[in-house]
Antibody, heavy 120, light 110 residues
Framework: EVQLLESGGGLVQPGGSLRLSCAAS????????MSWVRQAPGKGLEWVSA????????YYADSVKGRFTISRDSSKNTLYLHMNSLRAEDTAIYYC?????????????WGQGTLVTVSS | QSVLTQPPSASETPGQRVTISCSGS????????VNWYQQLPGTAPKLLIY???QRPSGVPDRFSGSKSGTSASLAISGLQSDDEADYYC???????????FGGGTKLTVL
């Protein structure tokens, strides 16, 4: 059974940093691209970043480019999102999502999400 | 302002059919496949349709997807009360080099 378990969310001050983790199980982690998708309170879904199965290719939304870094550790079956220079508008539930394969936009499994609140 | 355009809301009575549209451009829907997600209140999204019109195992055939040019549609027939949810379309965008979502459509079953 595929499971994705996010952690690392919390309250952080504007300008601060946070690292989110997503522990994956139930599939061959290195074979699949992974993404982070966020949802601000009461708002729609916003794709944040994606990484290929090998980790060799990464992609970012313009809203986070230069501030966030996606990475993965296949020895730990874990996906990360390093977030720097956080802003109030980064407040959201952050979901990690597994790609089904081939398109980077077909997320067939999602975690339960971790809440990031940026506030002073 | 989302790159993909969806109506913010839709409603229909139980047993009827409803269609939700998703409009994009040549850099996203026009050149790539469309996926649809269902998000029930308080839960993570769930893949409903992938590759324009394919259903993952476990998704009832009451749900169907289609694409024509730079637009896509999700149809739900035989509406049930537990279909009340937010529905999102998504696709890869070749110009932005990333995934774009629609703004979401809140479906109400009257």
């Amino acid at each position: 059974e595929v499971q994705l378990l996010e952690s690392g969310g919390g309250l952080v001050q504007p300008g601060g940093s946070l690292r989110l983790s997503c522990a994956a199980s139930g599939f061959t982690f290195s074979n699949y691209a992974m993404s982070w998708v966020r949802q601000a309170p009461g708002k729609g879904l916003e794709w944040v970043s994606a990484i290929s199965g090998s980790g060799g290719s990464t992609y970012y939304a313009d809203s986070v480019k230069g501030r966030f870094t996606i990475s993965r550790d296949s020895s730990k079956n874990t996906l990360y999102l390093h977030m720097n220079s956080l802003r109030a508008e980064d407040t959201a539930i952050y979901y990690c999502a597994k790609d089904r394969g081939g398109s980077f936009s077909t997320f067939n499994y999602w975690g339960q999400g971790t809440l990031v609140t940026v506030s002073s | 302002q989302s790159v993909l355009t969806q109506p913010p809301s839709a409603s229909e009575t139980p047993g009827q059919r409803v269609t939700i549209s998703c409009s994009g451009s040549s850099s996203n829907i026009g050149g790539n496949t469309v996926n649809w997600y269902q998000q029930l209140p308080g839960t993570a999204p769930k893949l409903l349709i992938y590759g324009n019109n394919q259903r993952p195992s476990g998704v009832p055939d009451r749900f169907s997807g289609s694409k024509s040019g730079t637009s896509a549609s999700l149809a739900i027939s035989g509406l049930q009360s537990d279909d009340e949810a937010d529905y999102y379309c998504a696709a890869w965008d070749d110009s932005l080099n990333g995934v774009v979502f629609g703004g979401g459509t809140k479906l109400t079953v009257l």
